[in-house]
């Protein structure tokens, strides 16, 4: 349903020989084409959620690290070849570029299951095989940004140019690190621009990696510069940076809120994927066991930690204590530990602090009045494990059915007519994604046209074909990542005109 690939599926990297990756990565920042140590010297740790240890240290880029990547960048695109080269060969080196991560596929996940704690099954046929396609699905668009005649009234000719916005200043999350580093650089690289990228401080190594492919591949110095750190200052330096022309960033709304107004001071375009608070409607169905099997995984995909996860699970009255009941069977058959393990199903959470939150939430479903069906503990005593959490009687004032937990916790509310689903559906600041599963065509149609949310999944959950745009309303962000909607935030759009002399024969 992920829309994944079946291909790379070998067994790697026993769990025991999973740090032995760590010799690929390097440790340092990504700045002109060379990796380079950070000015102040410093360094941070990475940290393995399945045993809270630090395995590995990374420098720490800092403002002035960041001033030192937009120059590169900004000579890049000024001076250097990339912007000026034609479409058709910036687009091999962004196929080259695909080709190096599917040569180090198997690395490629392990260093990401190491880093995020999801499956190394997950990260091989979902993180790194659709972040192979993605580049490969912008690579072709490279030659196709194509411009307009205009017809205009009087003796001129009209056109527009489409080019590249210029420096580009990207930040992506933990939750997804290779795959949403492709969803900001695949489109900037093939309309022509320069990229400073600051990857999630809890996952920054398959970023330097794919960084070190990408010279590798021939992408000219400075196009592609990567900067691990933090954000209150390197995150916080990029986005104010006078000489980036554009920002793009996925992750919470509260960091959304301060990178526009930080991108308001130069009026720079920026465009923001931020949290979720999804709401699924189960309709009245024939087939309960394939609703629950679909809205468990539109919740427990990744550990619950999706933006798009199916947090809001309105089941229609009818089937409502069938469906809890199934739910919580469900949750508690899933299998959680080591995701080296072949078996295993749920990692680890992301961190400590996340862990925590996540527990937070929990608790505060008890103390509300939630019905607890499975799980509400962490799993064993060491690593950041949470069980498989499953509230029904939740109620929409809730905590647990307003803020965005992103974790393994499927939060189940009743409801019984069409207008009172939709009205309790639409009353979420959040508008990112929804679902819908139901054998009525009819009220399908009324509720796809109705709920407001980026994107309205039918029968199925967490589908993301390159080619579809991806994006929020309300508090879920502006701008679309993902098809051809993507391009037009790395373009501008030029208007020529031109004089005629004399009779023309078509005026």
């Given at each position: 349903?992920?829309?994944?690939?079946?291909?790379?599926?070998?067994?790697?990297?026993?769990?025991?020989?999973?740090?032995?990756?760590l010799?690929?990565?390097?440790?340092?920042?990504?700045?002109?084409?060379?990796?380079?140590?950070?000015?102040?010297?410093?360094?941070?740790?990475?940290?393995?959620?399945?045993?809270?240890?630090?395995?590995?240290?990374?420098?720490?880029?800092?403002?002035?690290?960041?001033?030192?990547?937009?120059?590169?960048?900004r000579?890049?695109?000024?001076h250097?070849?990339?912007?000026?080269?034609?479409?058709?060969?910036?687009?091999?080196?962004?196929?080259?570029?695909?080709?190096?991560?599917?040569?180090?596929?198997?690395?490629?996940?392990?260093?990401?299951?190491?880093?995020?704690?999801?499956?190394?099954?997950?990260?091989?046929?979902?993180?790194?095989?659709?972040?192979?396609?993605?580049?490969?699905?912008?690579?072709?668009?490279?030659?196709?940004?194509?411009?307009?005649?205009?017809?205009?009234?009087?003796?001129?000719?009209?056109?527009?140019?489409?080019?590249?916005?210029?420096?580009?200043?990207?930040?992506?999350?933990?939750?997804?690190?290779?795959?949403?580093?492709a969803?900001?650089?695949?489109?900037?690289?093939?309309?022509?621009?320069?990229i400073?990228?600051?990857?999630?401080?809890?996952?920054?190594?398959?970023?330097?990696?794919?960084?070190?492919?990408?010279?590798?591949?021939?992408?000219?110095?400075?196009?592609?510069?990567?900067?691990?750190?933090?954000?209150?200052?390197?995150?916080?330096?990029?986005?104010?940076?006078?000489?980036?022309?554009?920002?793009?960033?996925?992750?919470?709304?509260?960091?959304?809120?301060?990178?526009?107004?930080?991108?308001?001071e130069?009026?720079?375009?920026?465009?923001?994927?931020?949290?979720?608070?999804?709401?699924?409607?189960?309709?009245?169905?024939?087939?309960?066991?394939?609703?629950?099997?679909?809205?468990?995984?539109?919740?427990?995909?990744?550990?619950?930690?999706?933006?798009?996860?199916?947090?809001?699970?309105?089941?229609?009255?009818?089937?409502?204590?069938?469906?809890?009941?199934?739910?919580?069977?469900?949750?508690?058959?899933?299998?959680?530990?080591d995701?080296?393990?072949?078996?295993?199903?749920?990692?680890?959470?992301?961190?400590?602090?996340?862990?925590?939150?996540?527990?937070?939430y929990?608790?505060?479903?008890?103390?509300?009045?939630?019905?607890?069906?499975?799980?509400?503990?962490?799993?064993?005593?060491k690593?950041?494990?949470?069980?498989?959490?499953?509230?029904?009687?939740?109620?929409?004032?809730?905590?647990?059915?307003?803020?965005?937990?992103?974790?393994?916790?499927?939060?189940?509310?009743?409801?019984?007519?069409?207008?009172?689903?939709?009205?309790?559906?639409?009353?979420?600041?959040?508008g990112?994604?929804?679902?819908?599963?139901?054998?009525?065509?009819?009220?399908v149609?009324?509720?796809s046209?109705?709920?407001?949310?980026?994107?309205?999944?039918?029968?199925?959950?967490?589908?993301?074909d390159?080619?579809?745009?991806?994006?929020?309303?309300?508090?879920?962000?502006v701008g679309?990542d993902k098809?051809?909607?993507?391009l037009?935030?790395?373009t501008?759009?030029?208007?020529?005109?031109?004089?005629?002399?004399?009779?023309?024969?078509?005026?």
């Amino acid at each position: 349903m992920f829309g994944l690939s079946d291909a790379h599926h070998t067994e790697i990297g026993a769990k025991k020989d999973a740090l032995e990756v760590l010799k690929h990565v390097p440790n340092q920042l990504l700045i002109n084409g060379k990796f380079v140590d950070a000015k102040s010297g410093k360094t941070f740790a990475v940290y393995d959620p399945r045993t809270e240890e630090e395995i590995f240290r990374i420098a720490e880029a800092d403002a002035a690290d960041v001033d030192d990547a937009v120059a590169a960048a900004r000579e890049a695109f000024d001076h250097g070849p990339w912007p000026r080269m034609s479409g058709r060969a910036r687009g091999r080196i962004i196929y080259k570029l695909a080709d190096l991560i599917e040569r180090d596929l198997d690395m490629l996940a392990t260093v990401e299951s190491l880093d995020n704690g999801k499956p190394l099954s997950v990260a091989k046929a979902a993180d790194i095989t659709l972040t192979i396609d993605h580049l490969r699905y912008f690579a072709g668009w490279a030659d196709k940004l194509e411009g307009k005649t205009i017809p205009t009234d009087g003796n001129h000719f009209a056109y527009t140019l489409v080019e590249p916005k210029g420096v580009v200043g990207q930040i992506v999350p933990w939750n997804f690190p290779a795959l949403m580093m492709a969803w900001k650089i695949a489109p900037a690289l093939a309309c022509g621009n320069a990229i400073v990228l600051k990857p999630a401080e809890q996952t920054p190594m398959s970023a330097l990696i794919i960084g070190k492919l990408a010279l590798e591949a021939g992408l000219p110095p400075g196009v592609l510069n990567i900067l691990p750190g933090f954000g209150p200052t390197a995150g916080a330096r990029l986005t104010s940076h006078p000489a980036v022309d554009k920002v793009a960033f996925t992750g919470s709304t509260e960091v959304g809120r301060i990178i526009m107004k930080s991108c308001a001071e130069h009026i720079k375009d920026v465009t923001l994927e931020l949290g979720g608070k999804s709401a699924m409607i189960i309709g009245p169905t024939k087939d309960i066991d394939n609703a629950v099997d679909i809205a468990h995984f539109a919740l427990f995909f990744n550990q619950g930690q999706v933006c798009t996860a199916a947090s809001r699970l309105f089941v229609h009255e009818s089937v409502y204590d069938e469906f809890c009941a199934k739910a919580a069977e469900y949750a508690r058959k899933r299998k959680v530990g080591d995701p080296f393990e072949a078996e295993t199903e749920q990692g680890p959470q992301i961190d400590n602090e996340q862990f925590e939150k996540i527990l937070g939430y929990i608790e505060s479903g008890k103390e509300q009045g939630a019905r607890l069906l499975t799980g509400g503990a962490r799993v064993g005593k060491k690593g950041f494990y949470i069980q498989p959490t499953v509230f029904a009687d939740v109620k929409d004032e809730m905590k647990i059915a307003r803020e965005e937990i992103f974790g393994p916790v499927q939060s189940i509310l009743k409801w019984s007519t069409t207008e009172e689903v939709l009205r309790r559906a639409n009353a979420s600041e959040y508008g990112l994604a929804a679902g819908i599963v139901c054998d009525d065509i009819h009220l399908v149609n009324t509720l796809s046209r109705g709920l407001r949310a980026g994107t309205i999944w039918v029968n199925t959950y967490h589908v993301y074909d390159h080619g579809v745009p991806f994006g929020g309303y309300k508090m879920s962000g502006v701008g679309r990542d993902k098809g051809s909607a993507a391009l037009a935030h790395y373009t501008n759009t030029k208007a020529v005109v031109h004089k005629l002399e004399g009779e023309q024969a078509w005026l």
